[in-house]
């Protein structure tokens, strides 16, 4: 049975408060649909930037965007490295909307599975390992952990899991995530991509239990301004077995707490510049257009031209102007030209 040792310290409370009262702040205000949808797009960017980044891979945030955007076919490892955990954002994000999510071990490993990709025998991707693995220090690049015997991480796994399930409505959501991401990352459950899954779990956790800022910020971005405080915040050095008992979380969840902090700040500042930007002002025009597809699925010229007075040429121009922001796509030619809100 896992039972994590940690006190609810003076900071660590202090911190949940200050994160219940930040969300807060952000749902009572307002914002366009398309400086959300542009935050979004920004936040996957940052997150596949950052988390693939704190694994040591040399991209930079100007050449991720490049490959985000124009998905060359041939690539090398460190690019799909990138796609591999964008295409594992946008999937889960795609779940958590449609509320068919399910928190169990197959998550797990299919988070695994997408983002190992094309980087690893095809008989390790989404599966438990099944030998032993050390872990090195980011510095020097010598071994300065041992994680538990691979005959072991089946039932660690589940301990960690069913500790999980059966406290989600006992101990605050933080909490657990954060607990989760260390004791993941102790168990180093997979022969590959154990960080960067640690980090796509967490998110997902804090968007079940009601913290649904998955699409907006990006935790991973704290992390990657000081990677070697994260790894020494959440690894460990020595052997599994000899250290084992005298595991804290305390310090850990304070620090996971200080990344979510430090992350809804910015998110929130970004926010209100982009409102107030006279570029990305969508008119009631276009709502009425995004709120028709948003009842009907989709929405045609013909549609539009019963909801307002505006002329041929000009709804042309409503329809241009919310594919140019990202908002909606066209499908079809001529008199069969229809357009759906843009997805991913």
């Known amino acids: 049975m896992f039972k994590p040792k940690y006190i609810i310290s003076n900071r660590l409370l202090s911190n949940i408060k200050r994160i219940a009262e930040i ?67 946008i999937d889960l994000d795609g779940s958590i909307r449609n509320d068919g999510l399910i928190f169990d071990l197959a998550l797990i490993l299919k988070i695994q599975g997408t983002i190992t990709d094309g980087l690893i025998e095809e008989y390790r991707r989404g599966q438990l390992r099944q030998e032993p693995v050390f872990v090195n220090n980011p510095k020097t690049r010598q071994a300065a952990y041992l994680p538990p015997e691979h005959s072991e991480v089946s039932q660690l796994m589940k301990d960690l899991l069913d500790f999980i399930c059966n406290n989600e409505k006992i101990i605050d959501p933080l909490i657990l995530a954060g607990i989760f991401h260390k004791q993941f990352v102790i168990v180093h459950p997979f022969i590959d991509g154990n960080g960067r899954t640690a980090r796509l779990v967490s998110k997902v956790l804090l968007a079940k239990m009601g913290l649904n800022t998955f699409n907006l910020f990006s935790f991973e ?16 050095i020595g052997n599994y077995y000899d250290i084992n008992s005298q595991i804290d979380f305390t310090s850990w969840l304070e620090y996971f707490t200080d990344g979510i902090i430090d992350e809804l700040l910015r998110v929130g500042k970004n926010l209100e510049m982009e409102n107030i930007s006279p570029e990305n002002e969508l008119k009631k025009y276009h709502q009425e257009i995004i709120g028709y597809i948003e009842k009907h699925g989709f929405i045609s010229d013909r549609d539009y031209a019963k909801l307002t007075k505006r002329a041929k040429p000009t709804r042309n121009l409503d329809f241009r ?24």
């Not at 990657?224 to 790894?231: A, C, E, I, L, M």
């Not at 102007?321 to 991913?344: D, H, N, Q, S, V």
Request: glycine share 6%.
């Open 221 to 236: 971005n704290y992390y990657n301004k000081n990677v070697s405080r994260y790894f020494e915040e959440v690894g460990l």
């Open 321 to 344: 102007k919310l594919i140019e922001l990202g908002i909606i796509e066209k499908f079809g030619k001529g008199k069969a030209t229809y357009y759906k809100l843009k997805r991913g």
């Open 23 to 89: 969300i807060t702040n952000l749902n009572s205000h307002s914002f366009s649909g398309v400086v959300l949808a542009d935050s979004e797009k920004r936040a996957r960017e940052i997150s596949a930037f950052s988390s693939t980044s704190i694994e040591g891979n040399p991209l930079p945030l100007t050449d991720v965007k490049r490959i985000l955007k124009t998905r060359p076919e041939h690539i090398r490892d460190s690019e799909k490295e990138v796609l591999n955990y964008n295409k594992a954002l």
